[in-house]
C-alpha cells in the first residue's frame, strides 16, 4: 500500500483541515497526523504542504471580511504564517520530530535553476531527520505570478524532490462520480472524468475538485501516486489504510529523466511557437524544433524559459525550453540554420528547441 511501498511522502492539508469554522487551529486533528507520521513512517521522508496562513491571520488579526484585497492579504498572510509555522514545531517538538519551514513562490519552482535548489534544499532537510512545512509565499505572491492553491504547489513539490506519493487529504472522501460514488482508480484524466468536478468551494480554501486534477496530472506525468482522501477524521492516513476509501490516481510509467519530468509537469508556459506541418512531422520523430519550422510566436519570454510548441491549429504538440528570447525567434522564424548568424549578428546554436530540452505531449 501507498505507505508501506513509498520513500518520500507529501501530504497536503487544506485551509479547512487545519483550520476550523472559528478560526483556530485544529490542534487534536493535526497532533493525530503526526501519530500516524510517527508510526508509519520509519525509514520514509515527509513533507507536508499546509494552507490556513491568512486565516489564522484573520483570526490573529479579529478581521472577518471575506473579500479581502490582495495586498491586504498579503500583509495577513505574513502575520498567520508565524502562527501556522508555530503550531506545528510546537506538536511536531512534542514528538521530538525536528521541523523546518520553506516558503515558496512559483519562481523558485517554474526556474530549473531555482528549481534545483528548492530540490537540494529538501534533500538537506531530510539529511537532518526534519520534516519541511511547505507554504506558498502568499506575502509577496501577485495575482499575476501565483500558484493558486496548494494543490498545485503541492505536486510541483512532489514532482520536483521525487517523491512516491501525495496525499491530499480534503473534505471530501475522493472524485466522486455522477451517481456520487467514490471513483476508487483514475488511470488517464480524459473528459469522462473531468465531466465529474465541480469547482464548489469552502470557507477558506481556494482549490476544488479542478485544480486537485491539475495536481494528478503533474504527479501522473512524474511518475508519482496521488490520492484524494477525507481530511476530517482523525488519525487520517491510518484510516486510509484501514478503511480505503479514496480516489488513487495511477502514475504513467515514464522513461523521462527529471529534468524533462520537470518541463512536462510547469504550472503554465512562458510563450506558444506554432509550426508547420513539417516541423510538427520532425518532433513526432523525436527531431528538435528549428527555426525553418516557426510560423509565429505569441508572448515574450527569456532564453531557457517554458514554452508550448503547437500546430497550426492550436493542437499542443510539445513543451520545452527555449534557446533563444521571443525577440530572437521572432527574427529568425522561418529562416534555414544558416542564415540565423548574419540575422542577429553573432553565432548562435542553431536549434530553438533542441530535443533533449523537450517533451512531447
Not at 511522502?9 to 487551529?25: C, P
Not at 510517527?38 to 491568512?54: C, L, R
Not at 503550531?87 to 519562481?107: A, M, N, R, V, Y
Request: proline content about 1%; aromatic content about 8%; glycine content about 8%.
Amino acid at each position: 500500500m501507498l505507505v508501506n511501498n513509498s520513500k518520500k511522502i507529501v501530504i497536503k492539508l487544506g485551509s479547512s483541515t487545519v483550520v476550523d469554522g472559528k478560526g483556530k487551529f485544529k490542534k487534536k486533528w493535526v497532533t493525530s497526523l503526526i501519530k500516524d507520521i510517527k508510526k508509519y513512517g520509519q525509514g520514509k521522508n515527509f513533507v507536508i504542504v499546509s494552507s490556513g496562513a491568512i486565516a489564522l491571520g484573520q483570526k490573529y488579526l479579529k478581521i472577518k471580511k471575506k473579500r479581502i484585497k490582495l495586498e491586504m492579504s498579503q500583509a495577513i498572510a505574513a502575520v498567520g504564517q508565524i502562527h501556522l509555522a508555530g503550531e506545528f514545531q510546537k506538536l511536531f517538538d512534542k514528538f521530538k520530530i525536528k521541523s523546518g519551514q520553506i516558503l515558496i513562490s512559483p519562481d523558485d519552482t517554474e526556474q530549473r535553476n531555482r528549481a534545483i535548489n528548492v530540490r537540494n534544499t529538501f534533500d538537506n532537510l531530510f539529511k537532518l531527520k526534519a520534516i519541511p512545512v511547505v507554504n506558498e509565499n502568499d506575502t509577496t505572491a501577485t495575482a499575476e505570478i501565483k500558484y493558486g492553491d496548494n494543490d498545485r504547489l503541492a505536486a510541483r513539490v512532489a514532482q520536483i524532490i521525487g517523491a512516491d506519493t501525495l496525499v491530499i487529504f480534503s473534505d471530501v472522501d475522493g472524485l466522486y462520480d455522477k451517481s456520487k460514488n467514490i471513483v476508487k482508480t483514475v488511470y488517464k484524466l480524459d473528459e469522462k472524468i473531468y465531466s465529474l468536478t465541480s469547482n464548489i468551494k469552502n470557507k477558506y480554501g481556494s482549490g476544488g475538485i479542478t485544480t486537485k486534477l491539475d495536481a494528478a496530472k503533474i504527479c501522473m506525468h512524474a511518475g508519482c501516486n496521488m490520492f484524494i482522501a477525507n481530511g476530517k477524521k482523525n488519525n487520517p492516513l491510518k484510516a486510509m489504510l484501514k478503511y480505503k476509501i479514496f480516489t488513487h490516481f495511477v502514475p504513467k510509467i515514464s522513461s523521462l529523466d527529471a529534468r524533462k519530468r520537470w518541463i512536462i509537469s510547469s504550472l503554465s508556459s512562458f510563450g506558444i511557437i506554432f509550426i508547420d506541418d513539417g516541423a510538427a512531422k520532425a518532433l513526432s520523430n523525436g527531431k528538435s524544433l528549428l527555426a525553418a519550422g516557426v510560423l509565429k510566436i505569441k508572448g515574450s519570454f527569456d532564453k531557457g524559459e517554458n514554452v508550448l510548441i503547437v500546430d497550426k491549429d492550436e493542437n499542443h504538440l510539445a513543451r520545452g525550453l527555449a534557446s533563444f528570447n521571443s525577440k530572437e525567434i521572432d527574427k529568425i522564424k522561418g529562416k534555414q540554420s544558416k542564415e540565423i548568424e548574419n540575422t542577429l549578428g553573432y553565432f548562435s546554436k542553431s536549434e530553438i528547441i533542441h530535443k533533449d530540452n523537450m517533451v512531447k505531449l
